[in-house]
């Protein structure tokens, strides 16, 4: 079945650091694949996704590229905020347009 | 409404007791999915409805565990009998369509406590 391995955390970066969160998936078919966000005392929210191969999703300042060939979708942004700090989970969501499977999440705290 | 609605926002149940979870999607939304999300976890999917239709109930962890959607807007999560093992956060979210580059769009969730 579909898999989603994100990077184990907590990630704590300074403010102003460049952030990478890596994700890699095993699916079936051509899947699409996304960044949710989950804010302190908030619901999941999109963050970014890309429906095919070498698409590359961005909002407020976040990127991933859909990588067939390395299975990832790893998740930047060059320079983060305190904002920032939040679990940032990655899905992906099947060919067959049932369930989305997600990753673990990764806490990121970002210090001023 | 403007989001996915869930209601309780807590829930605390003895061992054995009953328990029924509502989820409003976003109106007009076809889909709809309920996840189980434990403490440190990511979303653990439940079950999808199509409208009115379940269409896969594959991650239901036992018969104690119900779900309807009777008129293809509310939903409605019933566990039976429940266990301490039950005790998660309950999510559902709901999408506009069915394909896979449809966004979902998450309620708050339910915590359920079971002592």
């Known amino acids: 079945g579909n898999s989603v391995t994100q990077m184990e955390g907590p990630v704590t970066l300074s403010e102003e650091a460049f952030l990478t969160i890596n994700c890699t998936y095993t699916?079936?078919?051509?899947?699409?694949l996304f960044w949710y966000v989950q804010y302190p005392g908030e619901g999941l929210q999109l963050l970014l996704k890309?429906?095919?191969?070498?698409d590359k999703g961005s909002n407020k300042g976040f990127e991933a590229t859909y990588r067939k060939e390395t299975t990832s979708f790893h998740l930047e942004k060059g320079s983060v905020q305190v904002s920032d700090s939040a679990v940032y989970f990655c899905?992906?969501?099947?060919?067959?347009?049932?369930?989305?499977?997600f990753g673990d999440g990764t806490t990121l705290t970002v210090k001023p | 409404g403007a989001g996915v609605s869930q209601s309780p926002r807590y829930k605390v149940a003895k061992r054995g007791q009953d328990v029924a979870l509502r989820c409003d999607p976003i109106s007009g939304h076809v889909s709809l999915f309920w996840y189980q999300q434990a403490l440190g976890q990511g979303p653990e999917f439940l079950t999808y409805f199509q409208n009115e239709a379940q269409l896969d109930k594959s991650g239901l962890p036992s018969d104690r565990f119900f779900a309807e959607r009777p008129e293809g807007s509310v939903s409605t999560l019933k566990i039976q009998r429940t266990q301490q093992e039950d005790s998660a956060v309950y999510l559902c979210?709901?999408?506009?369509?069915?394909?896979?580059?449809?966004?979902?769009?998450f309620g708050s969730g339910t915590q359920l406590s079971v002592l």
């Open positions: 899905a992906l969501r099947g060919g067959n347009a049932g369930k989305s499977t």
């Open positions: 699916a079936t078919g051509y899947p699409s």
């Open positions: 979210a709901s999408s506009k369509g069915q394909g896979a580059v449809e966004k979902l769009f």
């Open positions: 890309a429906t095919k191969a070498d």
